[in-house]
């Protein structure tokens, strides 16, 4: 293996810490709290190749700090959420409930799940006291993928407030690679957020910021100031940006390196050696540290910029090799219908300006149609001022896809896998080519939570030219107010 990579990669003028509002991250004046794991999700029952869940989002309180406890959302919990498992091949019902007092969604970020109800966005709302069920089979490989909840224009808000949760797919190819798999002990999560608490409670509109919400205090996992023992030479860490709109850049405290093995759709298809990583929002990284070089008793620290937010005590264990084989995955070579883009979207503006393709969402329009099984070449491009602009995080739901090029360039090391959020640098042109298995429709937005809710977001439509079908798109006040309440 080369060298590890010591570049962020993105434009360093655009990193949201240049930002004249930016808020630095600072270190909880808490006591040191063991990392919390959210335990994996208990099926309600397990019928051959079927499983049965129920989800229901709720309000809590949380002992975050000192004094008070804070009110918090969670699901099936205070805060956060357990992690929902996945196995490709298995067929999953899933029954969704709002224990909240106003209307929520939950969508499946990353989930290659038929749109627009089952995939969660807008049009599936679960309105309060109610329920949803929903089913589908996996089947996509292994990855780590979240749930969050997607009303815009209050899904900012509903995750500042707690709602999110870890979604994992397993399957027998990763299996095979015996990776670390021991949950909580060496295959940790490490989900990323920014929070600032007012007499320890959280105040959305106080904190708000239309460009994105920053928090004063990291909180991982729903942890202030939290530390892991490490008990394995060899350590997977599955880190998620579950934050609002900041960027986490990564590195150890002595710069130690970690090896990247998975991105937001699954496994690469080389291991990537790292000892700086970036990450904006929604995107995730699985790598893998050999913790091998310390001696028990030693402690190294995860760092953002310049700030510790996660210790690793190093406890007694034997070194370990880490014997990666050259080939994690085996990516298809999908061949576009057109060798000419297709499609091309902008992301424009900043604050309340913001816009997609100089449109505001329209829960009732449709903006553009794919044929369904089709290959095509996106650009998605963001028009921020090089010097003055910032980085938009683009996603699209219900699909995993392939970045080709950043301005006619090489994409960055750790971009050749499957992906379903990319960030896009002021004045650069993505290509990427994309390919949706599943019909219905999906959003396709800038994952910086204020500017989705602000309207910086657009709708697709994935067709069945053989079987045509008509959606009802709701109205914001149809999402918004139970229409059997009325």
Known sequence: MNSPIHDYFFDKTAFDSRDGAYIHLQQPN???????????????????????????????????????VTQTWGYNGSLLGPTVLFETGKTYHITLKNALNEVTTFHWHGLNIVGPYDDGGPHAPVYPGGERKITFTVDQPSATLWLHPHPCPETARQVWNGLAAMVLIKDDHERSLNLPADWGKNDIPVIMQDRTYYDNQLNYQKSYDVDGTLGEYPLINGTLNPYFEVTSPIVRLRFLDGSNRREWRLHFSDNHPFTQISSDGGLLPQPVEFDHLMLTTAERADVLVNFSDYQEGDVVTLQTDDLSFLTFKIGKFDPEDLNLPETLATIPDLTPDDPEPTFHTVMSGM??????DGKLFDMQRIDTRQELNKVALWEVTNTNDMDDGMIHPFHVHGCQFQVLKRDGHDVYANEHGWKDTIGVNPGETVLIKIQFTKPGVFMYHCHILEHEDTGMMAQIEIYDPKHPVKYHLLSMDEMMHDPTKK
């Open 30 to 68: 808490t006591p040191e709290a063991p990392l919390n794991v959210p335990e994996m999700l208990t099926p309600d029952k397990v019928d051959g190749d079927d499983i049965y869940y129920t989800l229901t989002a709720q309000t809590g309180s949380t002992q975050l700090l000192t004094g008070a």
């Open 351 to 356: 604050d309340d300006e913001v816009r997609l």
